[in-house]
């Protein structure tokens, strides 16, 4: 299915946040709809160090045991997927997408996702997996390598969906970042609402010059667009924005200017992305 949006769907507490978004960038995109669930056999009970007086067949009997379980287990996380996504396929088709599709795979998350992208428009992905610790203030480790891996654009999304209405994208005139306003400019996603394009940085002609090309971009396409520069500290300044503007989504590059770049990877996140209750739009 080509064109598509694809959600990654988990027992996590994200997972409700994921069905509701992806519906909704469906609908405004006008693209079918794919849940996908992996279940990852990799992960094997250990085997027990059976050195010492116990017999051979002792051993074996063990071995069997430990077979039956590893068997076991891969039938309920197999059981556990199915019904998350019949789940999510309810919960899309309440919300007005018609047959929506369901795929359940075996493998890591990052493999699976990496293996289906050349048919996928939108990748919608929780901040957190159901194996990150819910009190964690890092963005899921699947995410970040997510983030690296794959070439195509993706949400990253809060528990709760908001209908955005106010998405602000911090621009710093990259190549990345300019490709990132064009992808905006043509996209029905946020069709109705206000683009800001913030450029963290000093008022120079070169800056102002980037701004007024991004806004005659986006307002060319017919978004409304506002913008602003502004020196300081990016995650502060960025943040600062946020809350004057009532921004509810925010959209960057993932490899643009290093300050920019640093938001989305690195061995850390910053605290803007590790504590948004917003949802974040990754472009490549």
Not at 4 to 9: D, E, G, K, Q
Not at 70 to 98: M, P, T
Not at 112 to 123: H, P, S, W, Y
Not at 255 to 270: D, E
Request: proline share 3%.
């Amino acid at each position: 299915m080509s064109d598509r949006v694809l959600a990654a769907i988990d027992s996590s507490q994200f997972s409700e946040g994921v069905c509701d978004y992806a519906a909704w960038a469906a609908q405004a995109l006008d693209a079918p709809l794919s849940f996908i669930h992996t279940v990852d056999n990799h992960a094997q009970v250990a085997e027990p160090d059976l050195t010492g007086n116990l017999g051979l067949g002792t051993r074996e009997h063990l071995l069997e045991k430990l077979s039956g379980i590893e068997e076991q287990h891969a039938k309920v996380s197999r059981e556990r997927g199915r019904l998350l996504l019949d789940a999510a396929k309810e919960r899309a088709a309440n919300a007005g997408i018609a047959d929506p599709q369901c795929l359940q795979c075996n493998g890591t998350l990052v493999e699976t996702l990496v293996e289906n992208e050349k048919d996928v428009r939108l990748l919608v992905v929780g901040k957190r997996g159901e194996t990150a610790h819910q009190a964690s203030g890092h963005l899921g480790s699947n995410l970040e390598r997510v983030v690296r891996e794959m070439h195509r654009p993706i949400l990253m999304v809060p528990k709760e969906f908001t209908q955005p209405h106010n998405v602000m994208m911090a621009f710093d005139g990259s190549k990345t970042a300019r490709k990132g306003v064009e992808m905006l400019a043509k996209s029905p996603l946020f069709e109705g609402a206000t683009c800001h394009v913030v450029i963290v940085g000093a008022e120079t002609a070169e800056n102002r010059s980037q701004l007024n090309w991004a806004l005659e971009t986006l307002r060319e396409a017919g978004h409304s667009a506002e913008g602003a520069i502004r020196a300081g500290e990016v995650e502060e300044t960025l943040r600062t924005y946020k809350q004057e503007h009532d921004i509810d989504m925010l959209v960057m590059g993932a490899y643009g200017h290093s300050r920019i770049r640093h938001l989305l990877v690195g061995s850390t996140t910053t605290t803007m992305l590790r504590n948004a209750q917003l949802p974040v739009l990754i472009l490549r």
